[in-house]
């Protein structure tokens, strides 16, 4: 019986910063009830102009030490690491009884029922795009939709940096959606495939026409895992349901908090952890 005890633990949220803050505020709206450890690696971010190697092994470290944390099941709140580091962490590394997820497919799976023209648009970072994970991973399960992507590189700073209600915001933002729209005039659906982008929301809607539907991720990733949880009972009796949280990041915490209630919308406690 204390061995069975001892293989219940936490759901481990990683992410390389402050992003997946985002997902994991809607993840904790929709299933408030079980535990949660949050792991930013801010000291190694940004992840998304990194090598696929880097970032697998960045990944890879992250997780493994929300393993020893207690956690079974890790989901990567991260485009970045989902497109460059999840398929060969769930082929090669994962122990027994150990589970990561990401968060493309949930997205991916579910576009088709957005679209109508079925010209969708990719909104990343630079690792994102080149990874061509979206591309790959939509026509896996609608090959006539055709994907037109473009990265930002500037919204990550901009988001981080509290200035999402800047004149620059604007114009990068501005700058970026017609970028993308100029590709194809039937795009009607675009994925915001980062999970800082929410942030600059209400900038985007000023910028894309009405009839276009923008996605965010973080609903689409916590329906997904309350789906997976439901259809998996030999992960869900393994993940303990007290409704706490802790926040850990491998930078200064203090840092961490001042920045964390932008994307969480609380105020949180962290502490510093090292994963290498």
């Known amino acids: 019986m204390e061995q069975e005890k001892q293989l219940i633990g936490p759901i481990g949220i990683f992410d390389s910063g402050y992003g997946g803050l985002s997902v994991f505020k809607e993840i904790k709206k929709q299933l408030p009830q079980y535990d949660y450890i949050y792991l930013g690696d801010n000291a190694r971010v940004p992840y998304g102009t990194r090598s696929f190697e880097a970032v697998y092994e960045f990944t890879k470290e992250c997780v493994f030490k929300l393993f020893d944390l207690g956690c079974n099941l890790v989901i990567l709140a991260c485009n970045t690491a989902s497109a460059k580091a999840l398929r060969s962490i769930q082929q090669h590394d994962l122990p027994p009884?150990?589970?990561?997820?990401?968060?493309?497919?949930p997205t991916t799976e579910i576009v088709k029922a957005f679209t109508t023209s079925n010209k969708v648009g990719i909104l990343a970072t630079t690792g994102t795009v080149k990874s061509e994970s979206y591309k790959i991973e939509i026509n896996k399960f609608n090959p006539e939709i055709e994907v037109f992507q473009h990265d930002c590189p500037f919204?990550?700073?901009?988001?981080?940096?509290?200035?999402?209600?800047?004149?620059?915001?604007?114009?990068?933002?501005?700058?970026?959606i017609h970028k993308l729209l100029e590709q194809s005039q039937d795009i009607d659906t675009i994925i915001l495939a980062c999970t800082h982008y929410p942030l600059l929301l209400p900038i985007i809607k000023q910028f894309v026409p009405e009839h276009i539907n923008i996605i965010s991720?973080?609903?689409l990733v916590a329906e997904s895992l309350k789906t997976y949880l439901d259809r998996h009972p030999e992960i869900d009796s393994k993940s303990s349901k007290n409704g706490s949280m802790q926040f850990f990041t491998t930078d200064d915490p203090r840092d961490f908090e001042s920045k964390a209630e932008i994307f969480f919308g609380q105020k949180i406690k962290a502490d510093h952890i090292k994963v290498s």
């Open 155 to 176: 919204w990550v700073p901009l988001v981080e940096n509290n200035e999402m209600d800047t004149e620059g915001a604007k114009y990068f933002v501005e700058k970026d």
């Open 217 to 219: 991720q973080g609903p």
């Open 97 to 105: 009884g150990k589970k990561v997820l990401g968060v493309i497919r």
